[in-house]
């Protein structure tokens, strides 16, 4: 009896812990678009990866993470496999797919909608899973 216990707060703990470091990735589908698959948030809302990003640091900051706003992540998450999550000038956290940040865009006003593919000279590009 002791054992079966002690086996089961044991498993309990490793659950916590589990749970305590957070998702290792965000609440994303992949979802079709006129242009093909794309990664979307939890609202299905098409996620882009930006060019001028590298290194695993964002570059859109100030009126460009307005128009185009990050994919945040929470204090305390880590990433797995091909997420990861990185520092933004300001601090925040924010999501990143095989090393690249990922956002949204503004004037994409519906889930599926594709809007920011090629935008500003092409910098701008559909997150393919």
Same mark, same amino acid.
């Given at each position: 009896?002791f054992?079966r216990? &002690? @086996?089961? &707060?044991?498993?309990?703990?490793?659950? *916590?812990?589990?749970?305590?470091?957070?998702?290792?990735?965000?609440?994303?589908? =992949?979802?079709?678009?006129? %242009?093909?698959? @794309?990664?979307?948030? @939890?609202?299905?809302?098409? *996620?882009?990866?930006?060019?001028?990003d590298?290194?695993?640091?964002?570059?859109?900051?100030?009126?460009? @993470?307005?128009?185009?706003?990050?994919?945040?992540?929470s204090?305390? =998450?880590?990433g797995?496999?091909?997420?990861?999550?990185?520092t933004?000038?300001?601090?925040?956290?924010?999501?990143?797919?095989?090393?690249?940040?990922?956002?949204?865009?503004?004037?994409?006003? %519906?889930?599926?909608?594709?809007?920011g593919?090629?935008?500003?000279?092409?910098?701008?590009?559909?997150?393919?899973?």
């Open positions: 009896m054992a216990t &002690m @086996a089961a &707060m044991l498993i309990a703990g490793l659950s *916590l812990a589990a749970c305590a470091q957070g998702p290792s990735q965000p609440a994303t589908t =992949v979802a079709a678009t006129a %242009k093909g698959k @794309a990664l979307a948030d @939890a609202k299905g809302m098409t *996620l882009y990866t930006f060019d001028k590298a290194g695993g640091k964002s570059a859109c900051n100030g009126q460009c @993470a307005v128009n185009w706003p990050p994919l945040a992540a204090g305390g =998450v880590s797995m496999g091909d997420w990861s999550v990185v933004r000038d300001d601090g925040s956290k924010q999501w990143a797919y095989k090393g690249k940040p990922l956002y949204t865009f503004v004037k994409d006003t %519906k889930p599926g909608d594709v809007v593919d090629g935008f500003n000279n092409n910098v701008w590009h559909i997150a393919a899973p």
